[in-house]
C-alpha cells in the first residue's frame, strides 16, 4: 500500500471510528436532554393536576378518622363515640384538602407529586398510608406537648426580663 494510500485509509477509518463514537454518545445525550426537557416542563397546570392525583391517592379523609379514632382511645370509653362525632362534623375536611393542595402545588415539583403518588398507589405506599393515620395519632401528642413546653419556656423566660 502506498503512503498516500496508507493515511487515506487512516484517515477513513478514524472518520468512520470518530462518526461511530459521536453516534454511540449522541443518544445518551439526547435522552438525557429530553428528559430534562420532559422534567422541566413543570406548570401551574401540571403541579395542580399531580396534586390532585396525590391526594385522591392519599385518602386524607382516612387518614383523618384514622387519627381521631386513636386519639378517642385516650378518653374513657363512654366518650370516645361523641367525641368521634363532633369531630368528624366539626373538622373540615375541605379546609384541609384545600391547605394541603395549596401548599403542595406551592412546593413541590409535578414530578415530585406524580412519584408520590406512585408511590402510594404501590402496595407498600398503600400499607405505609393505611399507618400514617396511627402514626399522626401517635406523635401529635408528643409534637403538641413539646410545643407548649417550648412556648411556657419562652414565656418565662421572657418573663425573667
Known amino acids: 500500500m502506498k503512503p498516500i494510500a496508507k493515511t487515506a485509509t487512516t484517515i477513513s477509518l478514524a472518520k468512520t471510528s470518530a462518526a461511530k463514537a459521536i453516534r454511540r454518545l449522541s443518544l445518551p445525550l439526547l435522552l438525557v436532554a429530553a428528559t430534562h426537557a420532559w422534567a422541566a416542563a413543570d406548570t401551574q397546570e401540571d403541579r395542580i393536576a399531580a396534586a390532585h392525583r396525590y391526594l385522591e391517592v392519599a385518602q386524607m379523609g382516612k387518614i383523618m378518622d384514622d387519627a381521631q379514632a ?80 417550648a412556648v411556657q419556656t419562652m414565656a418565662t423566660e421572657q418573663g425573667k426580663r
Open 70 to 149: 386513636e386519639m378517642a382511645k385516650s378518653l374513657p370509653p363512654e366518650q370516645q363515640q361523641k367525641f368521634l362525632d363532633f369531630m368528624r362534623q366539626a373538622v373540615r375536611l375541605d379546609v384541609l384538602e384545600k391547605a394541603a393542595m395549596d401548599s403542595m402545588v406551592k412546593i413541590f415539583t409535578a414530578d415530585e407529586m406524580n412519584a408520590l403518588a406512585d408511590f402510594f398507589s404501590s402496595p407498600a405506599g398503600k400499607s405505609a398510608m393505611g399507618k400514617f393515620g396511627l402514626y399522626m395519632a401517635d406523635v401529635m401528642p408528643i409534637i403538641q406537648q413539646e410545643i407548649f413546653r
